[in-house]
């Protein structure tokens, strides 16, 4: 049977009238979507009427994403969402790798092997001298670089793509100061590490607000975990042991996992009000059991495919409008989102 407009707009899932302008390379479609119609077309076995409408609409780019390794769960996700837009992108080749979160001179090196192999390259890392000089390297070859997640100072990036931390932070000492009703009361913080700049700028928001609103909440410890469960299971009971008046938890990073299984180990889950963020599979089960109070979240999914969209662009010399940071939400028990 021969095949349609109709058939072609079923399997890329756009209008026949996108089909049309795209077949007849008429103008009014994005690339993406341009390289979405042939791919369909192709597959279903509709052969273009010219060469020229045959000829691929752009060049495929090879793109690097480079991630820290490690149990983070956020960090897990954002890399399967990645892949799942690699598929979803035949004019990208996407490579994945994972280095070493909290060791700025292996991502140094990482960044330095991509030099003359890269066409665009987004990371998330510290904040770090060797990091910002091995950024500053690969830009100067050539290369587009964009941080993720946690944005890096005075570096030619083309953009950065995540959430505003300082607003992030902001939203977790408001919500524990309303959660807390309290005149004076203890609170902790927890962090990967305040190297990673949007650490360092959650708890800068934090404190702002606590500052501005809710004077009688003192800060007693604030305890770098490197984003590991164990080490913030660890610190936690030892905390928790410490300061038996203890009234509230921020987390800034992972380790979210550890820290409930201290308050649960010392029955404290529901006398310590805990905020942390990302809504992961477990956060998701410690929100409805009642040991987290509230989860601040961000979209991974939104964030790859604007990350790949954009570091297309930068490599093929498009015009690449930074765009606003990512929307930042918060989770309580009552309005946990369907997977």
């Known amino acids: 049977m021969r095949t349609t407009l109709v058939d072609i707009a079923r399997v890329a899932g756009v209008s026949t009238a996108t089909v049309d302008r795209v077949l007849n390379q008429r103008d009014g479609v994005r690339e993406r979507t341009r390289a979405q119609v042939l791919t369909a077309a192709a597959s279903l076995g509709y052969v273009l009427e010219t060469a020229e409408a045959a000829r691929p609409p752009v060049d495929i780019v090879d793109l690097d994403i480079v991630l820290p390794g490690g149990t983070n769960t956020f960090i897990n996700n954002l890399a399967a969402r990645f892949a799942d837009t690699a598929v979803a992108r035949p004019d990208v080749n996407l490579r994945l790798h994972s280095i070493e979160g909290f060791e700025p001179v292996l991502l140094a090196e990482k960044l330095e092997a991509l030099r003359g192999k890269s066409q665009g390259v987004a990371l998330i890392g510290l904040d770090h001298p060797v990091v910002r000089e091995a950024i500053r390297a690969l830009a100067d070859s050539g290369v587009p670089v964009m941080t993720l997640v946690s944005d890096i ?171 606003p940071a990512t929307r930042l939400q918060a989770i309580f028990k009552e309005n946990i989102p369907e997977v």
Do not use: C, W
């Open 153 to 323: 100072s005075h570096v030619p990036r083309v953009g950065y793509v995540g959430i505003d931390n300082r607003a992030a932070g902001r939203l977790a000492g408001y919500l524990l100061g309303r959660f807390l009703k309290a005149e004076t009361a203890k609170v902790a913080l927890f962090a990967g590490s305040l190297s990673y700049r949007g650490h360092e700028e959650r708890e800068m928001g934090f404190r702002h607000m606590l500052s501005e609103d809710y004077p009688g909440l003192s800060i007693v410890e604030l305890r770098e975990i490197r984003d590991d469960s164990e080490r913030a299971y660890q610190e936690a009971a030892a905390l928790l042991a410490r300061h038996p008046d203890l009234a509230g938890i921020y987390n800034i990073g992972a380790g979210n996992r550890g820290i409930a299984r201290a308050l649960q180990e010392a029955r404290r889950e529901k006398s310590v009000v805990f905020i942390g963020h990302e809504l992961t599979e477990h956060t998701r089960r410690f929100l409805i059991s009642g040991v987290m109070d509230a989860a601040i979240d961000q979209n991974p999914r939104v964030e790859a495919r604007e990350a790949v969209d954009r570091l297309a662009r930068a490599a093929r010399g498009e015009a690449n409008p930074t765009g």
